[in-house]
């Protein structure tokens, strides 16, 4: 464990800017809160204490486990819709009597409780690769208190823990073990790429042999991928792109299908989101589904992964996300325990 | 008092499901829990747990009776719009990054705390009859935590047992007391049958004499019906159907005159609504109203009951719900020491 | 200290109703819970109590000030969205199923806690200026447990209390201090004068000169300030209404710059609202700004107070705001404290 002064106060916005003995320290923490919520033992860490989390999209999981966690811990959150209250909004975006500046909310925040934690991508960001980003680093900036991303539209690092510790508790010993992110086909085409980033992220700090799979024109964020191959320079693991999932799938021990939007087509990349162009991308790639099919191409123990909600019939189906392989609700339940340990960290 | 152990970990969707025997002892138990929030004596029987209620209609008594009760008992509710998680929705209503499926919901909260709790009914089933209750009933198959109907299209529980509740309080042994359930016009004609069907329930458990009383087209359930007199032949009672209000009200104990909708006219009686039909059986009863004169027709105590909100002018005067013989606000507080002993027993 | 049994029970409607002494216990006790704060020592002085936050408009400080400052206090708070509830109408606007009349809501919620705050203005008022504070009296007139008012269309004293806390703390004894009460330009024109209001209604028990400056047509309640002006006489200090702010600002200690609307264009002094009239009132005054020119007119320490949101770059420049004349945070931290005062003493 790292000396356990490195987390108090501090941000928990990408995992990229901890390094794997911190990491490893959360993960430590997350599986003793764990066994402590399988005892009901009381862990009331963080007794009197205030947060405030701010959605500006949709949540079941992450709005969930945040406010039933937190209270565990002995706290309170209040739970924010963006539109609720003076809709945050970084300079340029302001609307007189419906926004507020992010610098005004954070410092404002900061003197009534102990964490921040936000949830931004897709359209309340216009649509541009990064805003949701910036969006949280501007609170981060502004408030004296720790500020959580509970998904933007370049990290989920919360649902990265959540999933390395799912395939810690069943493969134990990662080192040399194959995931495959891949992309996965859904009638929703306004989905934000956070989650596959994460989760190459994530396991790049475990020396995991890493496939990216997708269609063409479904490409990530090189500068995440740069830092992944980063990471597996200093922890070992491999890393491919390839533009089939079922040559993808072949020996993975973890496949985490999923289905992500187009950066091509949005800004920055894009003068203006070009839905056409993306729908026609999504239309020629119907076939990208985890059935058993393809599911039967890896090991036969692979783990079948999904942050959910996964669009059933689409992304996969039901005989496979609800079959042997899948590690779903202990992957969901995970995001309890690896949040609070990130708060009673942080928020001390 | 029955063994103790028949309660933990069960689901709580209609009162019909339990036994006198099991009632009786909520009700107990219930009573109890009213005097200490009387005196303010703690009773933090659910210290650090965490419940989910999930709202698809709106709520005043229900939501706040469960969050403040649940928060008395020392435990913290999420309090849930549908509308703002992923929609919890059955396969076959399913939209992709818009709905979740129920089973996927309710295995996911299963690992968060302690207990779920929905209200759903009219418009969120697309007026299917019993549709609300199918919600409940694969929330309670999906989940490994008891789920409570906060009322569904069917069934309204807990406004069961604060009736009951405040019957016993104000009239002691219920047995050959006469209740009349009866229709009352009111200009919103999206209304639910849970209540009604529930008051007669309940009441068919305690020996009561029950007077249905509606204008022909607003027949309820035959099945709830048929209930009601299997649990009379065992617990006494008689039942009987007039389509008066006036003739029922004669020597009633109690009347709970209250608007509901036309199950003849929605499916799976009808193809699909048909509002103008509705509109019309409606129009046609605008007498159905309780007002002095109908009042004392009744013992001159009768209790005057209704689950509130009240479409005051329409359903009731002013006169009769401000008046001596209104029981309404004890009724509504009922509701909180109802629940919290539903609560105690099952999420234990 | 006043004889502590005077807050129990009572509600906190608006400042005027309270006494100088009993104003400054309030401020007292939060200045001590500050403290209490600061140094996170345990201050549950309402462990166990419920109450019940129900807003008709959007709220940052307000929402989050109560939420966890009850939390703070060891209740728990539910946080209401109109909406979401049947919301509470006064008679006559009421609507069936939608609405529930203001008497019924009062009494149910005093049945399951231990107090009600509402926030009521503008729009769901139908801009009847007075109605909003009808509301909330209609409120306390039915609820049997405190009600807190958090903004209506008259006054906003949880505020006032924050506003006048942050002058003593900067500024010690108020006595003779000249705080300018200003209107400023926005380009939204659906204000409140509810902030104007209260802040002259507090800084006229406390001796202080109180410059009100608007442009013509923006007078305020002429009954407020009758009450502002009663107070004078007994507690000293001068009233001056002027129309300039550059003429207002000279030798001020405290500079309170914020939009409000147009009461004579809006019922009950205009027949109905006229929004046309009130544009062009609000377009012919773009230039009542407060930037750094303006405020150098006022002493060098001068505070510039808003209660925030600003909008900026109209109501007040970038550099003023976050200048170091600024006090906004720290009024908005006051919030919080005032706040749980108020809680504190009358919920018991």
Redesign the interface.
């Known amino acids: 464990m790292v000396k356990t002064d490195v987390f108090k106060g501090r941000d928990f916005i990408s995992e990229l800017e901890y390094t794997r003995e911190e990491i490893e320290t959360i993960l430590e923490v997350a599986f003793r809160l764990k066994e402590d919520y399988a005892m009901?033992r009381?862990h009331?860490l963080l007794e009197?204490k205030?947060m405030?989390l701010i959605?500006y999209n949709?949540?079941?999981?992450t709005?969930?486990?945040f406010?039933?966690?937190f209270?565990?811990l002995g706290?309170?959150a209040?739970?924010?819709?963006a539109d609720?209250?003076?809709t945050p909004a970084i300079k340029g975006m302001?609307k007189?009597?419906?926004?507020?500046?992010v610098a005004?909310?954070a410092?404002?925040?900061s003197?009534?409780?102990d964490g921040i934690a936000i949830r931004i991508y897709g359209k309340p960001t216009g649509w541009v690769y990064g805003r949701g980003n910036e969006y949280i680093r501007e609170f981060a900036r502004w408030a004296s208190i720790p500020v959580i991303n509970m998904e933007d539209d370049m990290y989920h690092p919360c649902q990265a823990l959540a999933d390395i510790m799912t395939m810690k508790e069943k493969l134990g010993d990662l080192k040399g073990k194959k995931i495959v992110v891949s992309w996965a086909y859904?009638?929703?085409v306004?989905?934000p790429v956070a989650v596959p980033q994460s989760a190459m992220a994530i396991s790049s700090f475990f020396g995991m042999d890493i496939v990216l799979a997708h269609p063409e024109g479904f490409e990530l964020d090189p500068m995440v991928i740069e830092k992944v191959k980063e990471n597996q320079r200093k922890f070992g693991g491999t890393f491919e792109v390839v533009h089939d999932m079922k040559k993808a799938f072949r020996d993975a021990d973890v496949v985490y299908p999923k289905c992500w939007g187009v950066l091509r087509h949005i800004p920055p990349q894009a003068p203006q989101a070009d839905w056409d162009a993306i729908g026609k991308l999504f239309d020629a790639n119907k076939h990208w589904i985890c059935d058993e099919e393809t599911l039967k191409l890896a090991k036969p123990d692979v783990l079948y992964m999904h942050c959910?909600?996964?669009?059933?019939g689409?992304e996969v189906t039901d005989e496979v996300i609800d079959g042997p392989n899948s590690v779903v609700?202990d992957e969901?339940?995970n995001r309890?325990h690896a949040q609070k340990a990130v708060m009673a960290l942080i928020m001390q």
Do not use: C, I, W
Request: glycine share 6%.
């Open positions: 009901r009381p009331r009197g205030n405030f959605f949709r949540s079941l999981r709005r969930n486990s406010e039933a966690g209270a565990q706290g309170h209040n739970y924010l819709d609720k209250v003076y302001e007189a009597y419906t926004t507020e500046r005004d909310v410092r404002v925040l003197r009534y409780g859904s009638p929703s306004e989905k959910l909600p996964a669009d059933r689409f609700f969901a339940e309890l």
